[in-house]
């Protein structure tokens, strides 16, 4: 086991947006690796693809310390099964507060070497939400200024 301070960042990130890349790009000097997880609940289609999602944000952190995992698991096990001691969630609002530390109190207890980190969301980034996102694209609707990334192909 190594001393790097790896960082978890979990969701369903579909699709990964501004406002996730931006957390990232903010987390990165507080720790030395960021995994980036796609949990995949068996009970929701997805609407990007997974696999073209992973590639998207791989090519989004090209040259830093990020690498993309799928998982189904729960988030405290695939952090440990990863070496992640931290939890990192950004934070655009008190209901997000709310439901993030009901689950980081889950998480800790599953896992109790485990500590989330909160990253306030950036103000101009705050509106952006992936279900926004998707429904844009849904009906016909230009996203190219959400997204950290081209969705050509998709």
């Known amino acids: 086991m190594t001393n790097n301070k790896i960082a978890f960042f979990p ?3 579909d699709p990964f947006t501004k406002g996730h ?11 030395d690796e960021i995994v980036i997880g796609i949990g995949q609940n068996s009970n929701k289609a997805r609407y990007f693809s997974l696999d073209k999602m992973i590639g998207y944000i791989e090519q989004t952190f090209i040259g830093k310390p990020v690498r993309v995992v799928a998982y189904q698991d729960l988030t405290a096990n695939v952090a440990k099964e990863v070496g992640a001691k931290f939890i990192i969630r950004g934070l655009r609002n ?7 530390n009901s689950i980081s109190q889950v998480n800790r207890h599953i896992n109790p ?8 969301t950036s103000p101009h980034l705050a509106p952006i939400s992936s279900t926004i996102i998707r429904d844009l694209h849904r009906y016909g609707s230009k996203v190219d200024d959400y997204l950290p990334y081209d969705l050509n192909g998709i």
């Open 11 to 13: 969701g369903s990130f």
């Open 21 to 31: 890349q931006d957390i990232v790009m903010r987390a990165l000097p507080l720790f």
């Open 94 to 100: 008190t209901t997000d507060f709310e439901y993030e």
């Open 113 to 120: 070497a485990l500590e989330t980190v909160f990253l306030i």
